[in-house]
């Protein structure tokens, strides 16, 4: 019985040290796995710092591109306002330009018309100082017939200076 019973024991000793051997093998088993997971954990750890940096860098380079475009659209905009302006004051120089050449030609009218008038003046004298003087009287003679026709282009010539007197009171 002694034997039995050491044999029992020896046995539940043999099966606890076998369960405990177990037990320990499957606990060096489970740490080794958690250790491979723990290195997964950390590789993915060191993987994934890089690549919160580049989202990072990633994000921020949006955002410049994003400040960039729009002071480009803000850019453009001016510039197009500043073609639009730029269209405008060349319209108003073709404008002044053709004023200025109307101007001008008025300009050159007046002296035409000064002159005309001047020589016209210098014309009506010498014809009133032949008419008070009577220094050819065959001429005249010849002539009364014709005095009626005279006349009316005299007073003619006279409206016509006085029109283009007119004119250049208006010029100045």
Not at 58 to 86: C, M, P, W
Not at 155 to 167: F, R
Request: hydrophobic share 35%.
């Amino acid at each position: 019985m002694i034997r039995t019973y050491s044999n029992y024991i020896t046995e539940a000793v043999r099966s606890d040290r076998n369960l405990y051997s177990k037990n320990l093998i499957e606990s060096h088993d489970e740490i080794s796995e958690m250790k491979r997971k723990l290195k997964v954990i950390a590789e993915r750890d060191v993987l994934g710092t890089p690549l919160v940096h580049r989202n990072d860098e990633l994000a921020l380079l949006y955002e410049k591109r994003k400040i960039q475009q729009s002071t480009l659209n803000k850019g453009e905009l001016q510039y197009k306002a500043r073609l639009e302006d730029f269209r405008i004051l060349k319209l108003e120089l073709k404008k002044i330009r053709h004023e200025k050449g109307t101007l001008q030609d008025k300009v050159s009218n007046t002296d035409d018309l000064k002159r005309e008038l001047l020589r016209e003046r210098t014309r009506c004298r010498a014809l009133e100082e032949e008419l008070e003087n009577l220094m050819n009287v065959h001429r005249w003679r010849k002539l009364e017939g014709s005095d009626q026709i005279l006349q009316k282009r005299l007073i003619q010539k006279a409206e016509e200076v006085v029109q283009k007197e007119l004119l250049i009171q208006e010029k100045k």
